[in-house]
């Protein structure tokens, strides 16, 4: 039997990836509350594994090409037949590209439009999609506005935080007032979107949140040393793990006896290895690089404490929630963190674990030296952590008031998803 339903384009940076767990969780919940999705991915996928959770996606995939050196006879092709399809759109996506040009004198300009252009006149983009919607406000955000106004339907997109606060405001504000709606994962993110839509465009809150079901925490392990401390990032700048490094540098001189799992792969990877290193702890931290979810469930289950170190960079690219601090806390292991970015909607001072102030090793040493050596503390954080989780960070609550969104205000008439 055919499939009638409308078709929700997701346009997305790269797909799978082994960080946005998240967009592939929200996809396939989506799906199953009877969403049709195609999916639009930038880049291809760069790691060699996805999470298995991917492999429960129904949707099709289609992929751009990130370069346009190399395919420039297929981009003009499809354009000019865009071109020839709907004339006046296309003169007015292109006024909008050239203006762009000349304030940035950034050749994306012009390969947004290509690519959405080459993306409408794909035979594998059919049916057509109703509405655009674009997970990051910058590059997929580009591509999915070009393409709505090709085709006169509407976009959308999802804020999360290097898209949102790395964009020149005036640039971020007159994306959201051209879209139907924006949504975003944090309230601090909220804020900011709403400040800029000047009441022009609803702003929603949606946090991610985790699949409760998959984070089954298993009997503690005994809290003795060696103590086994946990972190799960990028390696990259905004995630702080220099912090951290020089933290459990500060630990180790302390006397306290620890090893350290470190998960995740990155550019930064040799110079914190070389940073473990000068800091003495080089036998104690052990890099893994990147693995599916399956396998860090055993690190979580292993882990007296986890800690993060998340900073705002000179740029203004930071973290909003790293979804790992919600995990480790629906897992029973309590976190150290910072007080920067939206971090505090999750973590509450002295209530579901510790915050300190950014680049401040001392007083990341010390709150994780609290973490695993006062069990006074551990027994009033943890439950009150996994409660943290369970009432405010279910992603199938969150998803299906995305869906309502979705039902309610993509597309003409409203109620195109229902």
């Not at 071109?83 to 947004?112: E, I």
Request: charged share 20%; net charge positive.
């Amino acid at each position: 039997m055919a499939d009638d339903r409308p078709v929700l384009a997701m346009v997305l940076k790269g797909y799978p990836r082994i960080s946005e767990t998240f967009i592939s969780n929200e996809i396939r919940l989506l799906e199953e509350m009877g969403l049709r999705i195609r999916i639009i991915s930038m880049r291809r996928p760069r790691e060699s594994f996805a999470h298995a959770s991917v492999s429960r996606i129904k949707a099709d995939v289609v992929y751009l090409p990130e370069m346009l050196t190399g395919h420039w006879g297929e981009f003009l092709r499809r354009n000019l037949r865009q071109l020839r399809a709907r004339p006046v759109a296309y003169l007015k996506a292109t006024a909008r590209m050239l203006r762009q040009f000349v304030k940035t004198r950034r050749s994306a300009s012009l390969k947004h439009l290509l690519q959405a252009g080459y993306l409408l006149q794909d035979p594998a983009s059919d049916p057509p999609a109703a509405h655009f919607h674009a997970h990051f406000a910058h590059s997929p955000g580009s591509v999915a506005r070009y393409a709505a106004m090709l085709t006169g339907l509407p976009f959308s997109f999802t804020g999360h935080a290097k898209d949102v606060y790395t964009q020149k405001p005036a640039a971020l504000t007159e994306k959201i007032r051209h879209a139907a709606f924006a949504v975003t994962c944090t309230g601090h993110n909220r804020d900011y979107l709403e400040r800029l839509a000047a009441g022009r465009t609803p702003v929603h809150l949606v946090y991610h949140g985790i699949d409760l079901s998959l984070f089954s925490p298993g009997p503690p392990p005994p809290l003795k040393p060696p103590y086994r401390i946990l972190s799960v990032a990028r390696l990259t700048a905004k995630k702080g793990l220099p912090t951290v490094l020089r933290a459990l540098g500060l630990l180790a001189e302390m006397g306290l006896d620890f090893t350290c799992d470190v998960i995740g792969e990155g550019e930064d990877r040799q110079k914190l290895e070389a940073l473990a290193g000068y800091c003495g702890i080089s036998t104690r931290v052990f890099f893994h690089g990147a693995m599916p979810h399956e396998k860090v469930l055993d690190f979580y289950r292993a882990a007296h404490a986890f800690v993060l170190g998340c900073q705002v960079l000179p740029n203004g690219d930071r973290d909003g929630i790293p979804n790992v601090l919600v995990e480790s806390m629906a897992m029973g292991v309590p976190v150290a963190a910072t007080s920067v970015s939206a971090i505090p909607e999750l973590v509450t001072e002295g209530e579901t674990g510790l915050l300190v102030p950014p680049g401040d090793p001392e007083a990341l040493a010390q709150a994780v030296h609290r973490l695993v050596t006062d069990a006074g503390l551990r027994g009033r954080i943890i439950p009150a952590a996994m409660e943290k989780v369970r009432r405010d960070f279910d992603n199938t609550v969150h998803t299906a008031r995305l869906a309502d969104i979705f039902r309610q205000r993509a597309g003409s008439p409203p109620g195109i998803f229902a």
